[in-house]
């Protein structure tokens, strides 16, 4: 997915966006705040259902891993579908959160079943705190999302941040792309290294 030395094979603001040391790079100051979240899009065909690995390094503010997602704005590199948080102080790290359509799916510690209709069934099977006390601060840290079927697993550091099952046909994504995120807010620095991705 990433050479480890260029762009090749993805897309974004080239003013955003760049490799150091092995790395891909995302970069927003506030001299010249962002107006709306951004992403750097992958080129390459992700499989329907996967199991991706990325390693991330937040220094600050709000980020987070876009899959079975969709081009909602291709000249600003705006997209929505699923997405993997990312959060310096971890309030949102780990969870499952709709960009661009239903918000949070699911918060950290919570397996959540959505039926056709949209209602949830929500169970919990750790505390948000405890989870998070498996997360590295001002150090990489490795994201794994499974995604096989309507079932969404995400990992951190091998362990189990939160889980949807999602039964709603008409809003469940069964594929799409694959993409990285700049968030508005503060100034912020976001790096990811160690991108794989294997079929299921």
């Known amino acids: 997915m990433?050479?480890?030395k260029s762009l090749e094979g993805w897309r974004g603001r080239a003013d955003l966006w760049s490799v150091a040391d092995g790395a891909i790079v995302g970069r927003t100051?506030?001299?010249?705040?962002?107006?709306?979240?951004?992403f750097l899009i992958w080129d390459g065909d992700a499989p329907a259902d996967f199991e991706l690995r990325i390693s991330y390094w937040v220094e600050a503010g709000n980020s987070g891993i876009q899959y079975r997602s969709k081009v909602a704005d291709e000249k600003e590199f705006v997209v929505g579908g699923y997405q993997?948080?990312?959060e310096v102080s971890n309030n949102y790290t780990g969870i499952n959160y709709e960009e661009r359509g239903r918000g949070i799916l699911a918060q950290r510690g919570q397996r959540v079943t959505i039926a056709e209709d949209g209602s949830k069934k929500v169970e919990t099977f750790g505390?948000?705190?405890?989870?998070?006390?498996?997360?590295?601060?001002?150090?990489?840290?490795?994201?794994?999302?499974v995604a096989k079927g309507n079932t969404l697993q995400h990992y951190i550091n091998d362990t189990l941040t939160s889980e949807?099952?999602?039964?709603?046909?008409?809003?469940a994504a069964k594929d799409g792309i694959?993409?990285?995120?700049?968030h508005v807010g503060p100034a912020m620095v976001i790096r990811?290294?160690?991108l794989t991705i294997k079929a299921l």
């Open 164 to 171: 949807v099952i999602d039964g709603q046909s008409e809003k």
């Open 2 to 4: 990433f050479d480890g």
């Open 84 to 86: 993997a948080d990312i």
């Open 29 to 38: 100051n506030a001299a010249e705040p962002i107006k709306k979240n951004t």
């Open 192 to 194: 990811f290294k160690n």
């Open 178 to 182: 694959i993409a990285l995120q700049l």
């Open 127 to 145: 505390k948000a705190d405890e989870i998070a006390k498996s997360f590295n601060t001002d150090a990489w840290n490795e994201y794994r999302v």
